[in-house]
């Protein structure tokens, strides 16, 4: 079953506007959940991650994300695109194998954000 | 700190010939380790962990091994490359910790040819 669903495969936007990428996540306990970024030919740096402390998360250049609960969700927003945004964003959640003590992350597909000048 | 490194950056690799990527971890002991696979189009995935030496996962069956021969080293392998090989391998850690996330390293770009 999926975990994290990530809502669009590429996001555009203009320099200076809203970034929203979407994430959804499907757990039966409280979740641990993350947000990396990956630059073009770069190994995953993580943005923030939310291990059920506040709600709202603040995260490395500018990005925030908002768990909700009700809508088992964890979107990522930035309130001004700048160009060196463009990359991909991968949300994803740690889960554990039945009987299993070492979780693992499961990741969405990603989020390829383009930002236009 | 931890540092995390993979060698080499980059492989263009004959189909048919042997593979071995390598990842070492730096500033911490007893690491969980992990090797991903992008394919294009494919997202992250999961191919081995290994929560100590000697102890190896496998998530997906393949044509692709792992070997953990020290506590900090995870190496990855393959006797025969295929086409579908091809891909960006990254190879990361995660001290084990709930809360914890998983860094990563800075990946090998393999092409098989």
């Known amino acids: 079953a999926q975990s994290v669903t990530q809502l669009g495969s590429h996001v555009s936007v203009s320099e200076g506007a809203l970034v929203l990428l979407r994430c959804n996540y499907s757990?039966?306990?409280?979740?641990?959940l993350f947000w990396y970024v990956q630059y073009p030919n770069q190994g995953l740096q993580l943005l923030l991650k939310?291990?059920?402390?506040?709600?709202l998360v603040k995260g490395i250049n500018g990005f925030e994300a908002e768990f909700k609960k009700s809508e088992t969700s964890f979107h990522l927003t930035k309130p001004s695109a700048h160009m060196s945004d463009a990359a991909e964003y991968f949300c994803?959640?740690?889960?554990?194998?039945?009987?299993?003590?070492?979780?693992?992350?499961?990741f969405g597909r990603g989020t390829q954000l383009t930002v236009w000048p | 700190s931890q540092t995390i490194h993979q060698w080499p950056a980059t492989l263009v690799q004959p189909v048919g010939s042997p593979l071995s990527l390598e990842c070492t971890v730096e500033?911490?002991?007893?690491?969980?380790l992990y090797w991903y696979r992008q394919a294009a189009g494919r997202g992250l995935q999961l191919l081995f962990y290994?929560?100590?030496?000697?102890?190896i996962s496998s998530e997906v069956p393949q044509n692709l091994s792992a070997s953990r021969p020290q506590d900090r080293q995870f190496i990855l392998s393959s006797k025969k490359l295929l086409l579908s090989d091809s891909g960006f391998y990254l190879c990361?850690?995660?001290?084990?910790?709930?809360?914890?996330?998983?860094?990563f390293g800075p990946g090998t770009r393999l092409t098989v040819t």
């Open positions: 939310y291990t059920s402390a506040a709600t």
């Open positions: 994803a959640v740690r889960r554990y194998a039945r009987g299993s003590t070492l979780g693992r992350l499961y």
């Open positions: 757990s039966s306990v409280p979740p641990y």
């Open positions: 990361a850690w995660f001290r084990g910790t709930s809360g914890d996330e998983q860094y």
């Open positions: 500033g911490t002991s007893n690491p969980n």
């Open positions: 290994s929560v100590g030496i000697g102890q």
